[in-house]
């Protein structure tokens, strides 16, 4: 991954559809959160807007595509399913609750 | 008779452990089918890849491979401890401090469960199944889960740090939140009578 094609999906202005994006890349993704985190900042120091990088750390850390396969196994396919799309859906919430808040 | 009876039962015995050695036998050959499978799934990811991005081909299978390593040297220290607290770890205990019957101090103790390590989430799995399987409430569970995915502290501490401390505050709250409400609507919608057979 590289920053300019981060900055691509969650720079710019603010959007539903944005929001949406940056979920889902948020989940699509596996990083670090110790990673992620200063680059997170570092997009807002350059004038992202809170609302996805909100939505993009949320469901990074919550909804995990790349560890589906050892929730499956552990949990069985009814808490998987239900868990990471109800934390998908919650995660838009999140963002959106701290964009108006902040 | 009674010698005939005796034949027959070791006759009995001996077709019993030949089932069970052959049983055994299709389970290995089915695992090691299992993993010809992932490994030609993964052979062939590698070569798409490989032909579709060359210039970054390099760092995709290092990163790749620190995971893995990663994977190996923790997954079979969590098995262990798993294991352990299965033993150790008396069912009645965990339905008395996480169960249906917790109420609020359960919620309160899977999340303090949840903010304290910092292991990545497929850790989280295997112990979330351990607590489902020792009777702990699906609600309590998914808070767990949901807490040790997003709310760790040490990683609190690293974004108050690279983007502000109001934005952790209120991510923090209503990250809370909606942690809560999913437990609460999973355990609404999901019967876990039915999965638990999986489990036991």
């Given amino acids: ?102 | 008779m009674g010698a005939a009876k005796n034949i027959e039962n070791t006759n009995g015995k001996e077709n019993n452990q030949k089932i069970q050695a052959e049983k055994q036998q299709k389970k290995i050959k089915d695992n090691l089918k299992k993993i010809i499978k992932t490994l030609i799934f993964w052979g062939i990811i590698l070569a798409v890849f490989k032909y579709f991005f060359p210039e970054r081909f390099p760092d995709a299978v290092s990163i790749s491979v620190r995971y893995l390593r990663e994977m190996v040297m923790i997954f079979p220290a969590v098995l262990v401890i798993m294991g352990l607290s299965d033993r150790w770890v008396p069912t009645a205990l965990v339905e008395k401090y996480l169960g249906y019957n917790s109420s609020f101090k359960g919620k309160f103790l899977a999340v303090f469960l949840g903010t304290l390590p910092t292991g990545p989430m497929y850790i989280a799995f295997p112990i979330a199944a351990e607590l489902l399987r020792k009777n702990a409430s699906l609600s309590n569970v998914i808070i767990f889960l949901g807490v040790w995915a997003s709310l760790k502290i040490p990683q609190l501490g690293v974004e108050i740090q690279f983007i502000g401390l109001k934005f952790s505050i209120l991510r923090f709250i209503f990250t809370l939140i909606s942690i809560f409400l999913i437990g609460f609507i999973m355990e609404k919608i999901i019967n876990l009578e039915k999965i638990n057979k999986n489990f036991k």
């Avoid at chain 1, 949990?75 to 998987?80: D, N, Q």
Wanted: proline fraction near 5%; glycine fraction near 8%; charge should be neutral.
């Fill in chain 1, 1 to 102: 991954m590289t920053p300019e094609l981060i900055k691509e999906f969650l720079g710019g202005d603010f959007s539903l559809i944005q929001v949406g994006a940056a979920a889902l890349f948020g989940a699509v993704m596996m990083i670090p959160s110790l990673i992620a985190l200063p680059l997170a900042g570092s997009l807002i120091d350059a004038g992202a807007s809170y609302t996805p990088i909100a939505a993009f750390i949320t469901t990074l850390t919550m909804v995990g595509f790349v560890t589906l396969p050892v929730e499956l196994k552990e949990l069985g396919k009814k808490i998987t399913i239900y868990r990471n799309s109800l934390a998908l859906i919650f995660a838009v919430v999140i963002a959106f609750m701290i964009g108006v808040f902040i």
